[in-house]
Every structure is written in structure tokens, then in C-alpha cells.
């Protein structure tokens, strides 16, 4: 595709986002993970590890309900396919999942089906008997809780934005399956490889620091994303400025949405786009409505070509263990003279 082309697809993006005024937002939900913003370190005094046991483990959520959680479930539901994932890293094997072909791990794929998980099956779920059922953070699953709890079914749930979600949840799984060994090795080799992009690539104290732009696009709309994103959280281990970051929004949403005018006066050097669902369809549809924006080509990044669209199999699936790979990538980006040291 050239650079023109290239460059009306991502204006168009804009622009029929803007104009059709979507609210700002994928929800946080009810707030009764971790919290993302905070260090792993939190997770004891907040949200997290309250205390471990031979045989149980006690959990607090944000809300600061704290439940106790048997090891070494024998029968789990997952129903998130990035909890997944992360329940098998941490040793777990699971009975059933939610509905979704993309970035299930292959020993999975053929598990029972159980809906989306936005609309998990309850009858399914508990026909299955299972002793652990994890899922999202998001109003369906608590929907089901009472009549899990009703049946003796122990449940957790998360919020899973970002690199210190991935930590935090990591810990909790792998002492439920007895892998702790796991949960340390991860921890120091990806901690390892952070040290050396960050002594590698970011200028020395002082220097000017690339300011961001980081969109998040569907086509249907899009939105800004801030610092609790898993982009944004990355760009903040780069020493990036995020260009949203300074902006005062009374809102607790992570993605925003902004006016066209906005971000031409942020003037971001460069700008991110993290893509969800069919690329190929969007940037078809976008062309149908495309329109020309003078003062939006004027926007630094667009007028000097400085625009990525990001690879969702690093930066939209959640953190898990390539998750040094995508900071890498993200370097070279901020940093391409710098990130040449790295390879």
C-alpha cells in the first residue's frame, strides 16, 4: 500500500470516528482486580496475595472482598481467552472455554465451548462441574456468580489491561497450580530483557522524548488511549510522553475520545495505531467515506510519515511471554538508531 494511501486510510479513521460521536470507551469494569496502574509490589497491601496456606490461597479483589481459592483446581473454566493463555503459562489445564479461534492455545482448542465471554452459558458451565471458573471482569460474569457460589463453585475474575496485570495474575495462578519456579523464571527473564532495551535504547536524562499518540480503532470508532493501556504502560517503561497524558479528564475510562481539533493542537510526533477487528474490511470502508483534512496532515507525525499501525499479536492480545519482544518493537519505533544496538 503507498504512503498516500496509507496516509487517507488513517485521516478516515479519524474522521468518521469524530463524526459519529462515539461515547469513550472500553469499560474498566466494576474495579475488583488489581489495580492496573499500581507496581506488582501493591498487590499485597491492596489488591491481590492476602495470604497463602498448604492448600488454599486468599485472593482480595478491589473492592476489597478477599475469597479463598483451593490449589490445584482439578476441573477450571476459563472464560477469557488472555486468562487462558495465561492459566496454561502458569501450568494450569482447563475443562471448558469461551467462545473464539484467535490466540486459544493449541492444548484448548478443542475444549467444550461455553458462549462468549460477554455471555458465558451458565447451564453449560455448570454441567461441567468444574471446581474453578475464571473470567473478565465484566458485568455477565458477575451475573452468574451467585448461582456459583450457590453450587460450591469457586470464581475469580480480573481486569487484564497491561504488563502489571500480567505480573499480578501470573503470581495468583501459579501458586494455585504449584508453580511458583514459573511465575519467578518469567519474571527475571522478561524484568532482564526491559533492563537491557531500557540501558539500550532510551538517551540519556535530558534528552527530548518522542511525544505519542496512541489510537485505538475499530470500524466502527475510535478513541485515544492513556497511560493504563498496555501501549501506554509501555511507552512509560520507554521514558515516552504519552500526548493525552497532560490532558485533564474527569473521566476513569482508559480509552477517550477527542475531538479532531484536540489532537491537531497536541501535535504528536508520533502516532500508534492499535487496530480491533478486520483490518482489511475497515480500511475498505474507511476509503468509501474518506475526506480530506488540511489541518490534520499538518499534525507533525502525519506530515513526516511517523505513523506505525501496531501487530495486534504484540499489542492488542494481552501481556504474556512475547511481551519483551513487543517492548523491543516498540523501541524501534521511539528510538530506531538507539534499537539497532538491541539486535
Not at 467462545?99 to 482448542?109: C, K, L, T
Not at 485515544?224 to 475510562?253: F, H, P, Y
Not at 511481551?323 to 539486535?343: G, N, R, S, T
Amino acid at each position: 500500500m503507498s504512503v498516500f494511501s496509507f496516509k487517507n486510510i488513517l485521516i478516515a479513521f479519524i474522521l468518521l470516528a469524530f463524526s459519529a460521536l462515539v461515547l469513550a470507551g472500553c469499560p474498566s469494569g466494576a474495579g475488583h482486580s488489581a489495580d492496573s496502574k499500581a507496581p506488582e509490589q501493591s498487590a499485597d497491601t491492596t489488591a491481590g496475595l492476602v495470604k497463602e496456606s498448604g492448600d488454599a490461597v486468599t485472593w482480595r479483589f478491589n473492592d476489597g472482598k478477599a475469597v479463598s481459592l483451593d490449589k490445584h483446581p482439578e476441573r477450571t473454566i476459563v472464560l477469557l481467552t488472555s486468562l487462558l493463555n495465561l492459566w496454561y503459562e502458569a501450568g494450569g489445564r482447563a475443562i471448558g472455554r469461551c467462545e473464539g479461534r484467535i490466540n486459544v492455545p493449541p492444548e484448548a482448542e478443542d475444549l467444550p465451548v461455553l458462549g462468549k465471554f460477554s455471555s458465558p452459558n451458565l447451564e453449560k458451565i455448570i454441567a461441567l462441574e468444574p471446581d474453578l471458573v475464571i473470567g473478565s471482569d465484566l458485568p455477565a460474569f458477575h451475573a452468574i456468580t451467585p448461582i456459583l457460589e450457590q453450587n460450591g463453585i469457586q470464581y475469580a475474575y480480573f481486569d487484564y489491561d497491561n504488563f502489571h496485570d500480567y505480573l499480578r495474575i501470573f503470581r495468583l495462578f501459579a501458586r494455585l497450580n504449584g508453580t511458583e519456579s514459573k511465575y519467578q523464571k518469567m519474571r527475571d527473564r522478561i524484568q532482564q530483557k526491559i533492563e537491557h532495551i531500557r540501558e539500550t535504547c532510551v538517551p540519556p536524562e535530558g534528552d527530548k522524548r518522542p511525544r505519542v499518540l496512541v489510537i485505538f480503532s475499530t470500524p466502527k470508532y475510535l478513541l485515544c488511549e492513556r497511560a493504563d493501556t498496555q501501549t501506554g504502560v509501555m511507552l512509560s517503561m520507554l521514558d515516552a510522553e504519552n500526548a493525552i497524558s497532560e490532558l485533564s479528564l474527569s473521566t476513569d475510562k482508559s480509552r477517550v475520545n477527542l475531538s479532531l481539533e484536540h489532537i491537531v493542537r497536541l501535535d504528536p510526533d508520533i502516532i500508534l495505531l492499535n487496530t480491533m477487528g478486520d483490518v482489511e474490511k475497515c480500511r475498505e470502508r474507511l476509503k468509501k467515506e474518506f475526506a480530506r483534512n488540511a489541518a490534520w496532515s499538518a499534525v507533525r507525525a502525519i506530515e513526516q510519515e511517523n505513523y506505525h499501525v501496531l501487530p495486534k499479536s504484540l499489542f492488542i492480545y494481552k501481556s504474556n511471554h512475547r511481551f519483551a519482544e513487543a517492548l523491543e518493537y516498540l523501541a524501534a519505533i521511539l528510538y530506531p538508531k538507539q534499537a539497532e544496538a538491541v539486535k
